[in-house]
């Protein structure tokens, strides 16, 4: 019987089955990071929201787009406050103190798109199957305003191109602020251009020839307005109508609201079918922010002591931000963290049980595979139900407190316990530490040298010679590859180190 997956909808304020335009397969979009500084904890819930759906979907054998953006053009964030550099996050970046290490501005991109890249990998978050750099999509951004312009959809004015709300009637369905009205209150206190037509229009172009990235286009230099490139990235990767699209609770409203607006005038197809909104991190009950001295980047955790971190495990991180479920607000404190950190020792502890029961348990009995399977599969129901984190950990704990009730595991048992480590891990990615650092297809000579060493491994262990079969392993672990002895055969995965 087909799986269903239920997901909340911000757009419908339901939940409802997620059904897949092309039939099992899911295009989803997910709005990532603007790279002017390490990510924080706050953001990689959102991330991990992502992801989540991402192995879910994937656990009941769809096929997933999933695409994710790397915001790495300085943006205002207020688009009224032209001509002004102080709302552009990454330009400030440039000029504070840690800016000063940088040669320019894209030069501060490159290298917090790749800490980024280091800190997904290191929260066992899968690589998208795209990751679009807004920076690499500015041809696509230009055509969209031109159509849009010719469209009647927007305007020009001195020194911006708008977007004209008035002409998408549908514009504040998704976040609810409808009025105009609403919106005059919030852009009263700040500078107004006079020339813009209506106060809830919002920025596709400004003209700034002053600004320190910039680009040509037919209204002269300029850049892009925040909203625009995920319309486009969204189009250009997964096409006109998308199943999901998600982010943070602070992008409803306006930046999803936006992104509906453009896309759908320009294509006059629902852009997305669900929206998926990740509520708030707070750490220790209070907003996170560096003067109240509970802002926490992923590195600030995660690094060893002796590089300025904490050096707690990450996976531990992982299961903490797992254990609130996404659309309740969730309190990260160091108590949970704690605890978390000795429910992934078990995990450690049920993995060396399971692989020294195939290595030296008895054929026979399996006790363990019935209550394993059930307990799976309450895992994976509870995420099929609007990815139900806390009850899926539970599940988890469950299995790994049966597990360890034994002190040594049959062979035939240590497959099962293997069997459900592999699915939760495939699931929740809190088992084997960190991702691959490259994709498997583009990494073939790697593959093959490993897959060399380990036939011998097994050549050695048939012929009874342990001493080079041992050599062997380490040699395996030296390339930083685990070996697992299953029914099937050996098999291995990559163990990335965080650098
Ligand atoms: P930004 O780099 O600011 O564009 O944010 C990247 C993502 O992180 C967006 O989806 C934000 O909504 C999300 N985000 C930012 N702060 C938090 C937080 N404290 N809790 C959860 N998500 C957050
Ligand atoms: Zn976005």
């Known amino acids: 019987m ?3 997956f239920h997901l909340y909808n911000s757009l419908s304020r339901e939940t409802e089955t997620v059904e897949p335009l092309h039939d099992g397969h899911l295009q989803f979009y997910s ?21 989540l759906i991402f192995r879910t979907a994937k656990s009941i054998g769809w096929e997933v787009t999933y695409a994710t953006n790397i915001t790495d053009v300085g943006h205002l964030t207020d688009d009224d406050l032209t001509g002004t550099t102080g709302e552009d996050r990454m330009v400030q970046a440039l000029q504070s103190k840690e800016g000063e290490r940088f040669a320019n501005i894209w030069d501060l991109a490159r290298y917090y798109t790749l800490v980024l890249q280091e800190d997904w990998r290191s929260l066992n978050l899968l690589e998208p199957t795209v990751r679009p750099r807004a920076s690499e999509h500015m041809r696509e951004q230009i055509k969209a305003i031109e159509q849009l312009l010719k469209s009647g959809h927007a305007y020009e004015t001195s020194n911006t191109i708008y977007f004209s709300v008035p002409s998408f009637p549908a514009y504040g369905r998704l976040s609810g602020n409808e009025a105009a009205e609403d919106l005059e209150q919030g852009v009263r206190d700040v500078v107004h251009d006079p020339e813009k037509q209506d106060p809830r229009d919002f920025a596709l172009w400004k003209k700034d020839d002053s600004h320190l990235m910039q680009w040509h286009s037919p209204w002269g230099w300029g850049f892009p307005g925040w909203h625009l490139e995920c319309s486009v990235m969204a189009q250009t990767y997964l096409g006109d109508e998308i199943d999901i699209h998600a982010g943070g609770e602070d992008l409803i409203f306006p930046h999803h609201e936006c992104e509906i607006a453009q896309t759908e005038c320009l294509t006059g197809k629902t852009f997305a079918r669900k929206w998926v909104h990740t509520r708030f991190l707070q750490v220790e009950g209070k907003k996170m922010s560096k003067s109240a001295g509970n802002f926490y ?46 429910h992934r020792q078990r995990f450690d502890d049920v993995v060396a049980l399971a692989e020294s029961g195939l290595e030296n348990g008895e054929n026979g009995q399996n006790e363990l595979s019935g209550s394993l399977t059930a307990l799976f599969e309450r895992t994976l129901s509870a995420m099929l139900d609007d990815l139900n984190t806390p009850e899926a950990l539970a599940a988890t704990f469950e299995a790994t407190k049966l597990v360890l009730k034994h002190e040594h595991l049959s062979k035939d048992s240590a497959a099962s316990v293997i069997r459900w480590l592999d699915n939760t891990n495939d699931l929740l990615g809190i088992v084997y530490p960190h991702a691959p650092l490259k994709t ?60």
């Not at 709005?31 to 992801?51: E, K, M, Q, W």
């Open 297 to 342: 980047t992923v590195r600030d955790l995660v690094l060893p002591e002796s590089e300025g971190g904490r050096g707690i495990d990450p996976l531990a991180v992982r299961m903490t931000l797992l254990s609130g479920h996404y659309r309740k607000p969730f309190n990260f404190t160091f108590e949970t963290l704690k605890t978390n950190v000795r």
């Open 31 to 51: 709005c990532g990071p603007t790279v002017y500084s390490y990510a924080h904890i706050g953001n990689f819930r959102s991330f991990l929201t992502a992801d």
């Open 440 to 499: 498997e297809s583009g990494d073939e000579s790697f593959a093959a040298e490993v897959d060399a060493l380990v036939a011998a491994r097994t050549q050695a262990r048939e012929a009874d010679d342990f001493t080079r079969a041992d050599e062997l392993r380490d040699e395996l672990t030296s390339l930083g590859v685990e070996v697992m002895d299953t029914p099937d055969g050996p098999k291995w995965k990559r163990r990335s180190t965080l650098s």
């Open 2 to 4: 087909a799986r269903q």
